[in-house]
């Protein structure tokens, strides 16, 4: 049993590890930025911007002050990729020398291209872990059967994390591919994406899943090139979260994707809404250029969504490359 678990990151994610972890724990210590949801959380023990109707356990207290997570054993990240080296970079003079920060985001460093394991392991000195797999955060919350892929380079840090996220209902399994691991995640992105494409343009379903059949095999084909294990692609991590993504409307990328295919054009910065796919599309494209790799699917999603190609001339030229 831990004494204390904290999440940075109130939103859906940080809410629903929040209640997975709590079992595990005496104290799970939620970080949000916003005052009024800390007071919300912590008055009537629901998160009002996420789960209104779902009552959270009573060892959840929220908390907008880092500082309050110094005696942290473990503590999850559920932040966008864009955002993860400011905080990690606020935590290392709070954090112990023996906590443990995990990563649940699911993209890469714009600038830098770097995952998120060598973002926190630059700013922080030691090595981090990463969790991934087909995790919906609204089941999740209700503590329902779910499960995912945790990886680290360390592998007592491994057995920490995997401790705190094990229940009987939430199934875990360890992995030491953290690049696999990582760039199952990322590239899951882009398959939402160019299946949400598809369906946007109702491409019947033996050519969609046709395609699905080729994203999948680059997929294990990039993780390769990078340096990954091609087997971790059939991991929780891997067909579990691509098959979430790409399937079920609970993916903001794969409706990103159904929008483009539809030809509707999203003006992100207006909607307020964040598509971690849409920067994983460009980094990807560079990734590929620079290590000069075939990726028909990176091509396929480049084209529609960042160049705005016409969705039907783009997938015709991808369907050339099955």
């Known amino acids: 049993m831990f004494s204390n678990i904290g999440v940075v990151g109130a939103g859906a994610m940080g809410t629903a590890i929040s209640q997975t972890v709590c079992d595990n724990t005496q104290n799970v210590l939620l970080y949000a930025r916003r005052e009024e949801l800390v007071e919300s959380i912590n008055e009537a023990h629901v998160n009002k911007d996420y789960f209104p109707n779902i009552r959270l356990q009573d060892n ?106 094990s229940t009987s209902k939430f199934k875990v399994s360890a992995s030491c591919d953290v690049v696999g691991v990582e760039y199952c995640g990322v590239i899951k992105n882009v398959i939402a994406i160019s299946q949400g494409i598809c369906e946007g343009m109702k491409i019947n379903d033996n050519a969609r899943f046709s395609v699905f059949t080729k994203t999948y095999n680059e997929t294990k084909n990039l993780i390769k090139k990078f340096g990954g294990d091609p087997n971790t692609v059939d991991d929780y991590c891997g067909f579990g979260d691509i098959i979430t993504a790409s399937t079920l409307n609970v993916s903001r990328n794969h409706t990103l994707g159904v929008l483009y295919g539809q030809k509707i054009v999203i003006d992100e910065k207006a909607s307020g809404v964040l598509f971690e796919g849409k920067n994983t599309i460009i980094i990807m494209k560079d990734l590929c250029t620079k290590y000069n790799i075939e990726c028909a699917t990176v091509d396929f999603t480049y084209d529609v969504i960042i160049d705005r190609f016409n969705p039907k001339r783009a997938f015709e030229k991808f369907w050339k490359k099955l």
């Open 60 to 165: 959840i207290m929220a908390i907008n002050d880092l500082n309050k997570l110094k005696d942290a054993e473990v503590i999850f990240l559920t932040l966008p990729s864009s955002t993860i080296r400011e905080v990690t970079r606020k935590l290392r003079d709070i954090i112990s020398d023996n906590c443990v920060l995990v990563s649940t985001a699911k993209g890469l460093e714009k600038k830098s291209k770097k995952r998120m394991t060598e973002v926190i392991e630059e700013e922080i000195g030691r090595p981090a872990a990463v969790l991934s797999g087909p995790n919906i955060a609204s089941e999740m919350v209700e503590r329902t059967f779910s499960s995912a892929t945790i990886a680290c380079k360390n592998n007592q840090y491994l057995e920490k994390v995997k401790k705190a996220l």
